[in-house]
């Protein structure tokens, strides 16, 4: 990636660094402009004079602000911080409340899991400079600190209640609580602390895994259930082991065999016996797993004792 355009928003950055107090901080507000313009037009290297000056030093100053409202928030949550987690909770629990009654809490840890996600897949402001050099990158949904932590986390729940409010208007009954798998484990402070870490070496460990294994589990991850964000986030990390999905998403253990010209039978053992093999290097893998993988469909035939 050329540095070009990246240096075209520079000087933007460094003054409302300079305006605010904070000039050390330059290097991690532009990766989030960076990557702002790169949402905003869709484009990995967006010409920076298209967006027009005013909205940049809008954007940048934006930036600035709430990175230092919020920045060692969003780390802590990253680094799965127990505090900082029941604090967003209590936060989302108050929010949809006044909109869902009974069933805010169901709401309020619906919201935490889709909010963790983003955090989870996207930069927090520890690692932005070194994301930077890189070239900056992230998924489309990456909270990129335009606005207040608190006012986009409170949209969050309150979006949930309103489209479960609008789906129950158009069928004529009442609203209900976000489905949640029975026994799905709930996102906590020790996996948000490792995922970040885990991720990449648990896909290269399914790399590694045996043809048939490495398809079977590859294509469970193009599966509906599994989280957009989450899906955006490993074609990225691993685009070469997600070429054999064609940008598809199979619902079903039939379509993956249909795709793959081979039988259900033979996926099913093979994610099994995957599974078990990367269970049998890190137990960490199998959590992990767990999370990316909710659909009843995938879960291992035989436990590892």
């Given amino acids: ?26 290097d991690v507000v532009l990766f989030y402009l960076a ?18 000056d005013d909205a940049l030093h809008d954007a940048a100053a934006r930036t600035v602000r709430n990175l230092e409202a919020d920045g060692r928030r969003i780390d802590r949550l990253v ?38 996600i983003v955090l989870l897949t996207g930069t927090p402001p520890s690692r932005a400079a070194d994301a930077l050099r890189q070239g900056p990158r992230g998924p489309a949904n990456e909270y990129v600190f335009q606005s207040p932590f608190e006012f986009w986390a409170r949209a969050v729940v309150i979006r949930l209640v309103i489209d479960a409010h609008r ?38 460990a399914i790399r590694a895994l045996s043809p048939g294994q490495r398809l079977a589990l590859t294509l469970a991850l193009c599966h509906p259930d599994v989280d957009e964000l989450v899906r955006e986030h490993l074609h990225e990390l691993a685009p070469d082991l997600f070429e054999k999905c064609g940008g598809r998403l199979f619902a079903s253990d039939g379509e993956i065999a249909e795709h793959l010209g081979t039988t259900r039978q033979s996926i099913t053992s093979n994610r099994s016996l995957g599974r078990r093999a990367l269970a049998e290097q890190d137990s960490r893998w199998e959590a992990l797993l767990d999370h990316l993988l909710p659909h009843k469909s995938t879960r291992p035939i035989h436990q590892t004792g």
């Fill in 1 to 26: 990636m050329t540095a070009t355009w990246l240096e075209g928003l520079r000087p933007v950055c460094k003054r409302a660094c300079v305006e605010a107090g904070s000039p050390k901080k330059t």
């Fill in 35 to 52: 990557r702002w313009c790169q949402k905003k037009t869709k484009q990995d290297e967006p010409d920076p004079t298209a967006t027009g």
């Fill in 79 to 116: 680094a799965g911080d127990a505090d900082a987690l029941s604090e967003l909770e209590r936060l989302l629990l108050a929010s949809a409340r006044p909109r869902a009654k009974e069933a805010a809490p169901e709401y309020a840890q619906e919201a935490l899991q889709k909010i963790c």
């Fill in 167 to 204: 789906g129950a208007a158009r069928e004529g009954r009442g609203p209900s609580p976000p489905a949640s798998e029975k026994g799905a484990t709930r996102l906590d402070s020790a996996f948000l602390k490792e995922a970040h870490d885990q991720l990449p070496a648990l896909l290269e």
